[in-house]
């Protein structure tokens, strides 16, 4: 089983729909996790933490469910500048490495 | 805002060849990393470096790879005898201290090995 799990899309969805991604991880371990963001040939972009009350910064919502271990990323009116690739992040412990999922890939069509 | 520098940005090597890519991770972090990233798959770990020794690597990591920080703020991933399956784009990030701190990534060395 894949440590961390994302489908890859595509999610292609118009400007202005609100839009959800689920991500899950293995490890009952795993104790801080991520969401980031990743342009075509760029370096992933810190979008946000994700905490255990659940969160949200603006537009993007995130939440973690411990008992079924994923998080999810909402993100509601959708912009085209949201054409990303958005990637689901989990630490096991310490601060020594994360391990990244292939990322779900979202295209904000006009 | 503070951010990760790496050079080169585009790095071209024959097969064999040594190469080292740089990064200067920001300058308050005490925790470093390199990742690679093959052409249309995911992010993954190679190292992770803290005062001044290797803390973990993943077994992609082998004795081809070595990294360095020879000074107060350059931190190096060194590749022997390059090979062609090293074509990646190689991610330095640094983190500070806290659960919840989430990495920097520099924008990326593309290593061609031909």
């Known amino acids: 089983r894949k440590e961390v799990e994302q489908d890859p899309g595509p999610f292609n969805v118009p400007e202005g729909a609100t839009v959800a991604f689920n991500c899950t991880y293995s490890n009952s371990a795993s104790q801080s996790f991520f969401w980031y963001r990743q342009d075509c040939r760029k370096e992933p972009k810190l979008l946000m933490s994700?905490?255990?009350s659940g969160n949200e910064d603006g537009r993007f919502t995130a939440q973690l469910n411990r008992a079924s271990q994923y998080i999810s990323l909402l993100i509601r009116d959708s912009k085209l500048s949201d054409s990303a690739t958005y990637l689901c992040v989990v630490n096991e412990g310490g601060y020594q490495k994360v391990t990244f999922g292939t990322g779900t890939k979202l295209q904000v069509i006009p | 805002e503070p951010e990760v520098t790496q050079t080169p940005s585009h790095q071209v090597t024959q097969m064999g060849q040594e190469v080292i890519l740089r990064c200067v991770p920001i300058?308050?972090?005490?925790?470093f990393y390199w990742y690679r990233q093959i052409l249309g798959q995911k992010v993954e770990f190679l190292v992770s470096f803290y005062n001044n020794e290797i803390s973990e690597k993943s077994e992609i990591f082998d004795d081809q790879f070595s990294v360095e920080r020879p000074d107060g703020s350059n931190f190096t991933l060194k590749i022997r005898s390059t090979k062609l399956e090293d074509s990646a784009m190689y991610f330095c990030a640094s983190s500070g201290i806290g659960r919840n701190y989430g990495y920097t990534f520099g924008s990326g060395t593309r290593l061609t090995v031909v």
């Open positions: 300058s308050n972090h005490l925790y």
């Open positions: 994700v905490y255990s």
